[in-house]
C-alpha cells in the first residue's frame, strides 16, 4: 500500500464549479499535509499546507484533514480556467517527502 | 527573484551516453532534492542532500550519481544513460531538510530528459 494514495483523474468540470480533490494516507504519525499545484511543463508549487485536523481556507482554496479517517481534501469554489493544472497532496512523513500521485484538473470556460 | 534554476530544460540522449543535470538555488536552502516525475508514478526522490557536504540515496538512486557542490549547487549525473531514464527531473530546495515538520519545498521548472 502506498503511503499516500490519489486518484490521478482527469477531472473535467465546468467553470464555476466547486471542486473537491482528495487523498488518503497510511501512517497516522503523519501531521502536515500539503497541497502542491502543478501546470504542464511547470514544477510544482506549494498551494497550502495545513497541520493535524481541520481546515485552513484562502480565498477560494479549502484544505482539510481528517486524521480519524486519515483523508485529505482540497475544495476549490468558483474554479476558473486558470486553475486547470495536477494538484499533488503530500506530506513531510517522518524523515522524508511522500507525495500522491497528482489528479490532474481541467476547468472548462 | 530566480529560485531554483535547472538547466537544461530539454535533452536528448543516446543510450549509453553520460550527461549532468546542474541545479542552483539563490534562497540559502539548506537541503536540495532530486526528484524524477513519471506518468502514474508520481514524484520519486532520486537523491537528496540535507545539508552542504553531504547527500543520501532516495527512492530510485540507481544509474545515478549526485554532487553538492557548495551550498548553492547540487547536480545530477548520469553515467551511461538507459530508455528507463527516460522523464522529467525535477530539482528543489528547503529551508531545514529531513522530513522536518512543515517544510515546503521550491521546484524548478525541470528538465525533459530523452533517452534513445
Known amino acids: 500500500q502506498k503511503e499516500v494514495e490519489q486518484d490521478p483523474g482527469p477531472l473535467s468540470v465546468p467553470e464555476g464549479a466547486i471542486v473537491s480533490l482528495n487523498c488518503t494516507y497510511s501512517?497516522?504519525?503523519?501531521?502536515?499535509f500539503m497541497w502542491y499545484r502543478q501546470y504542464s511543463r511547470k514544477g510544482p508549487e506549494l498551494l497550502m499546507y495545513?497541520?493535524?485536523?481541520g481546515n485552513k481556507e484562502d480565498g477560494r482554496f479549502t484544505a482539510q484533514v481528517d486524521k480519524s479517517s486519515k483523508y485529505i481534501s482540497l475544495f476549490i469554489r468558483d474554479s476558473q480556467p486558470s486553475d486547470s493544472a495536477t494538484y499533488l497532496c503530500a506530506t513531510p512523513g517522518t524523515y522524508k517527502y511522500i507525495f500522491g500521485t497528482g489528479t490532474r484538473l481541467k476547468v472548462l470556460a | 527573484n530566480a529560485g531554483v534554476t535547472q538547466t537544461p530544460k530539454f535533452q536528448v540522449l543516446k543510450t549509453g551516453q553520460s550527461m549532468t543535470l546542474q541545479c542552483a538555488q539563490d534562497m540559502n536552502h539548506n537541503s536540495m532534492y532530486w526528484y524524477r516525475q513519471d506518468p502514474g508514478m508520481g514524484l520519486r526522490l532520486i537523491y537528496y542532500?540535507?545539508?552542504?557536504?553531504?547527500?543520501d540515496k532516495g527512492e530510485v538512486p540507481n544509474g545515478y550519481n549526485v554532487s553538492r557542490l557548495n551550498k548553492r549547487e547540487f547536480s545530477l549525473r548520469l553515467e551511461s544513460a538507459a530508455p528507463s531514464q527516460t522523464s522529467v527531473y525535477f530539482c528543489?530546495?528547503?529551508?531545514?531538510?529531513?522530513?522536518?515538520?512543515?517544510?515546503?519545498?521550491?521546484f524548478g521548472s525541470g528538465t525533459q530528459l530523452s533517452v534513445l
Open positions: 542532500s540535507a545539508s552542504e557536504g553531504t547527500t
Open positions: 501512517n497516522s504519525a503523519f501531521q502536515y
Open positions: 495545513t497541520y493535524s485536523s
Open positions: 528543489a530546495s528547503s529551508e531545514a531538510g529531513g522530513g522536518a515538520t512543515n517544510e515546503k519545498l521550491f
